[in-house]
């Protein structure tokens, strides 16, 4: 089975650009986290998508956004870009739904990021 | 903030046992301990979850005290390949990960 795949793994842009990044996951997951991870604040949640909702946002401004896609694949935004957003970007799939039952406390699963940096 | 303690880092002989210990006085009854690791430059790898009971499987074992207030991931036989930064998280009330700092791991010869 497929892992999470995330693209692309490197990119490189200047201040004031913007960026689109991509994830594609596990196969039957319809949860799909983001997370920003730097050295100074470790991982960092972004946002959250359930069958094409946003579910929960993290403290983040508004140049980031994402979306989710019919297909569970998803994709985030950063616009105007700072120097201070260069991160590995994370992306996590998961068998999670809302409510209760047996799927309420399923694992997260990574992709191995994309590394975005603002030069 | 995150939920959970663990120390920042650890060394282990290659081929003995690595006891990485996490303090999660707070967390909630229902709530449930994963832990992850990652390897440099690459995401965070699930290793187990647990919620009461002790957890084995193919990657690892978790030992969660009768109080739920810690407990300790075991590698029964630490290789080279498990030198990673461990994470023992718990989740929000929102069903989101919280990430602490997690413990460094260097297995040496």
């Known amino acids: 089975k497929a892992g999470v795949t995330q693209t692309p793994r490197y990119l490189i842009k200047t201040r004031g650009q913007q960026v689109t990044l991509s994830c594609s996951p596990i196969?039957?997951?319809?949860?799909v986290s983001w997370y920003q991870q730097t050295p100074g604040q470790g991982l960092q949640f972004l946002f959250e998508?359930?069958?094409?909702?946003?579910?929960n946002k993290g403290n983040f401004p508004g140049r980031f956004s994402g979306r989710q896609f019919s297909n569970s694949r998803s994709e985030m935004n950063v616009s105007t870009l700072e120097l201070g957003d260069s991160a590995l970007y994370l992306c996590?799939?998961?068998?999670?739904?809302?409510?209760?039952?047996?799927?309420?406390?399923?694992?997260?699963?990574f992709g191995d990021g994309t590394r975005l940096s603002i030069l | 903030d995150a939920k959970t303690t663990q120390p920042p880092s650890m060394d282990c002989a290659e081929g003995r046992a690595a006891n990485l210990p996490c303090n999660h006085s707070?967390?909630?009854?229902?709530?449930?301990v994963y832990w992850y690791r990652q390897i440099h430059s690459q995401g965070p790898q699930y290793i187990i979850h647990?919620?009461?009971?002790?957890e084995t499987n193919e990657m690892a074992s978790l030992i969660i005290t009768e109080d739920r207030k810690s407990s300790t991931l075991i590698l029964p036989h630490a290789t080279l390949r498990d030198t990673a930064v461990y994470y023992c998280?718990?989740?929000?009330?929102?069903?989101?990960?919280?990430w602490g700092a997690g413990t460094k791991l260097i297995i040496k010869p």
């Open positions: 647990g919620l009461k009971n002790n």
């Open positions: 996590a799939s998961s068998l999670w739904s809302p409510g209760r039952g047996a799927y309420s406390n399923q694992p997260q699963h």
């Open positions: 998508y359930f069958s094409e909702t946003q579910r």
């Open positions: 998280i718990g989740m929000d009330s929102n069903y989101q990960l919280i």
């Open positions: 196969s039957g997951h319809r949860s």
């Open positions: 707070t967390i909630s009854g229902n709530e449930y």
